[in-house]
């Protein structure tokens, strides 16, 4: 299996603080059957992506890890109108290797109006663009036609191996089943960030899938489809997505008082559901700036 989303290079992130941990990471990825990770350090205003000490640290950890397990190397891009003006400068940069595809991440509370112009400029140059964990952002939860808009206009589909099975809590779960169900995932991965509290975890995704929609759909979803990404080859065909060309509405829905019972969950205790920092203030006014011109 290849683990399209991993925290693993220490130090430059809220993954790996050292690089015992990274080591040990890569050790319990390589038991689970792992045979490749994909680094993907954060890319955001919290985390800054320092490119030299990333490349230091993940040629540290590749000789390391010789014979044990692969790397490669990306990041994981947010949507910040610096980080996609630094992209479309330098065409894949930041993507798996530098062979295109590339992993975005967007804010957590709120989808900027300007993403479909966003995903088209970064098309543009070049990229093959992965949404990450979808089904744990809550502006997606609240609005999970969102996923059906991204996949229209091109864009693949990660979802944490964890939320198939609950890990992530019961509303991810259920939104990740259905895009199960619909042929609306193109990737499983760890989005592993520590040993315990975010583990390296895909072999219990991998069997889950195999029962729930057969061994084929699981070796896609863990083995051929990151190959292809990895690789940077074209798109192989996938199973037809059911639903999305017709518009047809997913059935996850919150109800009213599901959402706003969800809307206050999130913000006691929004690392319980993300786990990833949101956009630090000064992210906000450069939105609004940009909006204003």
Request: proline share 8%; hydrophobic share 40%; aromatic share 8%.
């Amino acid at each position: 299996m290849i683990d399209l989303h991993h925290h693993l290079i220490y130090g430059v992130d809220d993954g790996a603080p050292d690089l015992d941990t990274s080591l040990e990471m890569a050790r319990m990825a390589a038991a689970e059957g792992i045979t490749r990770i994909v680094c993907t350090p954060h890319a955001n205003d919290v985390y800054p992506f320092n490119a030299p000490l990333i490349e230091e640290r993940f040629a540290e950890l590749r000789a390391q890890l010789a014979g044990t397990i692969e790397l490669s190397l990306a990041c994981d891009f947010h949507m910040t109108a610096e980080n996609i003006a630094e992209a479309c400068a330098n065409p894949l940069r930041y993507s798996i290797d530098g062979k295109g595809y590339l992993l975005i991440e967007f804010p957590s509370f709120v989808i900027p109006a300007s993403t479909p112009e966003a995903i088209f400029r970064l098309q543009s140059a070049g990229y093959t663009l992965v949404v990450t964990h979808p089904e744990r952002y809550p502006a997606v939860l609240r609005q999970p036609a969102l996923i059906g808009e991204w996949m229209r206009a091109g864009c693949l589909i990660q979802v944490t191996a964890g939320s198939l099975y609950g890990r992530f809590g019961t509303v991810q779960q259920m939104l990740a089943n259905e895009l199960l169900e619909r042929n609306w995932i193109h990737f499983l991965a760890t989005d592993a960030h520590h040993p315990v509290r975010r583990p390296p975890h895909l072999l219990t995704a991998y069997n889950y899938v195999a029962r729930r929609a057969g061994e084929e759909t699981a070796r896609r979803l863990c083995i051929a489809n990151p190959r292809t990404a990895v690789e940077g080859a074209p798109w192989p065909e996938q199973p037809e997505p059911k639903g999305l060309w017709e518009n047809e509405p997913l059935r996850f829905s919150l109800t009213p008082e599901k959402k706003s019972l969800f809307g206050r969950r999130v913000k006691a205790a929004s690392p319980a559901v993300n786990d990833e920092q949101t956009p630090a203030p000064g992210f906000w006014r450069r939105l609004l700036q940009r909006r204003q011109r």
